[in-house]
């Protein structure tokens, strides 16, 4: 089994498993833009555009801190073209707020809090797959981003992520992506 199998199915089964009742969770699902710029023996070569999906199953720990699970999806055009797709998985820290939101229980009534914006930065790890290049590329992004509170059950969240990447035989990507999105709790 390749460490791209490996990888995907370690996602898979995490995102099972947190899945669960046990775990209050959310999930998100975003669209944006994309930027790519790639460095293969010594040529270089850039790409952007609209198109890149992405979604991630969250689940809060440590009061500040959120573990995310995902698989990012780009095409060249909005719907077709060249393909690049692979996992993630990361951690987003929440320096003003709490990653989850406040419950509050007194004389058996309950009062849920929720921020009305809630900005965070992460740490991820990614793989990239490129379909017409049949090229693998790895590497961490960083990321800086808002949600903002709709309803008990829909949040919005924009996102910014700045991703590097290395591959085999010297080979380099950076990409840049601009994403908006929805959460989903449950």
Request: include cysteine.
């Amino acid at each position: 089994m390749t460490i791209t199998r490996k990888l995907h199915s370690l996602i898979a089964v995490s995102i099972f498993l947190l899945s669960t009742n046990s775990y209050a969770g959310k999930y998100d699902l975003m669209f944006g833009m994309y930027s790519y710029s790639a460095k293969v023996s010594g040529k270089t070569v850039s790409l952007s555009g609209l198109g890149t999906y992405e979604a991630s199953y969250l689940v809060s720990f440590k009061d500040h801190f959120e573990m995310n699970l995902g698989y990012s999806f780009t095409m060249t055009s909005i719907i077709g073209g060249d393909y690049a797709y692979g996992p993630k998985i990361g951690v987003n820290y929440f320096p003003l707020n709490f990653s989850s939101n406040d419950k509050v229980e007194v004389n058996n009534k309950s009062i849920e809090v929720h921020d009305f914006y809630k900005p965070y930065v992460g740490i991820a790890f990614n793989q990239r797959q490129f379909q017409s290049a049949k090229t693998s590329y790895a590497g961490f992004g960083f990321s800086l981003g808002c949600e903002k509170y709709i309803n008990p059950k829909y949040t919005m969240k924009t996102e910014v992520k700045m991703n590097t990447y290395t591959g085999a035989s010297d080979a380099s990507a950076s990409e840049m992506n601009i994403l908006v999105g929805l959460i989903i709790g449950f």
